[in-house]
């Protein structure tokens, strides 16, 4: 930029124009996008008049306090606009809401800090609201649901929306302000160009990551603890202190410092990792700001012969770390949330497989047409059960019983009707036992319950109890046809049995209590004896 010409610098306006105009803009304001942070969402009017004239005032400030910086040094307004990286984050945070406040605080930086007119001033700050408004909606578009730092596209997404585009909106804009009220000669309009854009995209470069972090527009990238334990703490300070000491001195010349000071990437990537992305960043704007005070001072490593281009060298040093920690921090948020989804989905299969193997145990362990227990579970658990039993010296009786005339019935009623009331009888017995009972289908219409801590008096009187249950159960009427006796009810035979204090098998108790359900048969049926 020429010493002559009030350049403007900074900020853009553009960020979240929709399709509908102003209409548009209030639906947004009435509904703010998820891009808020909590604080600034749902904001009413007075608010954002609040965050407009807070954008005005810091823009102002900040914007006065660079330019009088640079113009110490005759550089004029600055190789580097720091509040471009304000415009950018108040663009990504409020969008069309905050131009005014972008506006104003440029127009009052030009008009009165640079002294540019009116007209020139007000183009200048046209194209200082745009660019930021521009960057912010291409930004938008590209970004990652999981945030703007957490995958590598957001960052290219950064890189080209709120850093190149929002540059290149002002950069155009102001130049051709230059050309119009300030007569500037065409030919050296791509000259102007090329320094505002740098200008901007360096203060965006620099200065937006830690804002956006800071204010949550942007949440951090999952990563460290996020707090600053003593090691941390002593690295971030460290590194700020190295930075500081190695660009307020005079180096000897011919000292390799210029290309030693880039290890300054390897501290602040250690920061990035183990503490978090905006501790990080926030340090390498401190760094920047050291850096490039530091080298217009005429100190600091790249003054001292070994680079031709001072100014150059800062933006190399600051490119490189920003891209480093940025890059870096992407690619380990990319993997951590990897990790994070494969380990979802191998808990996942672990539960469907659990589950999975849960129904199969349970089909394997039950009799498909009642539900009860199959006749192997209804084995193991009655052995073990009585195994306890005897060891812990408690009685443990048994109960088999058969339906009577049940091939009468698939006879007469077909084998659906004899389901049913196979269903039926598994269903009315099940709501008559106790806890701790165990019942289970033997095979065909033969069924046994298991009865631990019951003696054969106990026994008998569920029995009975099952007895009477069962006759509520009336048979299908083709089934009579069959002669089948009784008055159309269900009926079934029992045989009871105990557990004498000898070491008797479940297998001796079930052909005790056969031989007694054998014997309730043989005496007509439809009563309980004892075995």
Sequence with gaps: MSASLPLPRPDRIFGSLRPGGFRAGRRAAAHPDPWCPAWARGGALGFWMGANLAVMLAYLALGWAVGRFFAVFGLFPAPIWLPAGLAATAAMLGGWRLLPGIFLGSFAVNALVFEGGPALAAVISLGN??????????????????????RFRGVTAFLAGAVLLHAAVTATIGSLGLWWLHGAAIAELPAHWSRWLLCDAGGTF??????LLWLRVERTPDGGSGRLPLLDG???LGTALLGAGIFALKLPPALPAAQLVFLLAVPLSWIALRISLRAAYTLLTLLCIIASAGTVAGFGPFQNGGSGNPMLSVGMLIVLCAMNVLTLQALVSERREAEAALAEANHLLEERVAERTEALRRQAETDGLTGIANRRSFLDQAAAALRRQRAAGQPFALVAFDLDNFKAINDGAGHAAGDAVLRLAAERSASRLGEGALFGRLGGEE???ALPGADLAAAAVLAERLRGALATIVLP??????????EGRLTASFGVTEAGPGATSLEVLLKRA???????????????RAG
């Excluded at 930021?132 to 730092?149: E, H, N, S, V």
């Excluded at 009427?477 to 009784?486: D, F, R, T, W």
Aim: proline fraction near 8%; charge should be positive.
């Design 129 to 150: 609201a745009l660019g930021p408004l521009a960057g912010a909606r291409l930004t938008r578009a590209f970004r990652p649901p999981t945030g703007l730092f957490t």
């Design 206 to 211: 620099y200065f937006a990551p830690s804002l």
């Design 234 to 236: 002593a690295v971030w």
């Design 447 to 449: 069924f046994a319950i």
């Design 477 to 486: 009427v083709a089934s009579l046809s069959e002669g089948i006796p009784g």
């Design 514 to 528: 056969d031989l007694a359900l054998y014997a309730a048969k043989a005496a007509g049926r439809d009563q309980v």
